[in-house]
């Protein structure tokens, strides 16, 4: 292998899943379509509002997510999947199949 | 560790390849075979020796890596991957794939 490794095609993915709660927030977004602030608030046990608004901005920075005002009267903004952030459910499903069975 | 375990697949899995480094040891093995420590070293620039036994001892302990004295004068151990480890090719593959295109 020549390629060195920060630049390596896994060490990019891990950099994103990398991060507690990032998968658990697009598994939501693969499974519900657009979700607001509130909704992952819900859906994720545990996760502090901090915590979960520092992940969507950074799976934001990342081109995985993006936030979209819908309602500007009071402004209302959800959260979904791009194009790229999509294409993370091949990895996803591995990852729900891989911990159901071994996990 | 007092962390509560999560009781989602998605998360299981998420908490061994959540943390930096771990993926690109599980690909050394899948790509290589049983690995000595050094292997390790060479193969993934920049880890630190400390982080690296961190590492392998996280994988140790979730099953997914086992170590293996293969020389006992003077000892020498290498490390490789349980049945449990070798089904992660799958979320391995994927990483690589979407990386590749989109990371």
């Not at 658990?24 to 657009?34: A, C, K, N, S, V």
């Not at 994720?44 to 819908?70: D, F, H």
Request: glycine content about 8%; charged content about 30%.
């Amino acid at each position: 292998m020549t390629e060195r490794l920060p630049l390596c095609p896994i060490s990019r993915t891990a950099m994103i899943l990398g991060s507690r709660w990032t998968a658990q927030i697009i598994r939501e977004l693969l499974d519900h379509g657009p979700r607001r602030f509130q909704d992952f608030s819900d859906a994720l046990e545990g996760i502090a509002p901090t915590m979960l608004s520092n992940r969507l901005k950074m799976l934001e920075e990342s081109g995985v997510v993006e936030r979209q005002i819908y309602e500007t009267h009071p402004p209302r903004a959800e959260y979904k999947l791009t194009d790229k952030g999509r294409k993370m459910s091949g990895i996803i499903g591995a990852m729900r199949d891989w911990g159901a069975k071994y996990g």
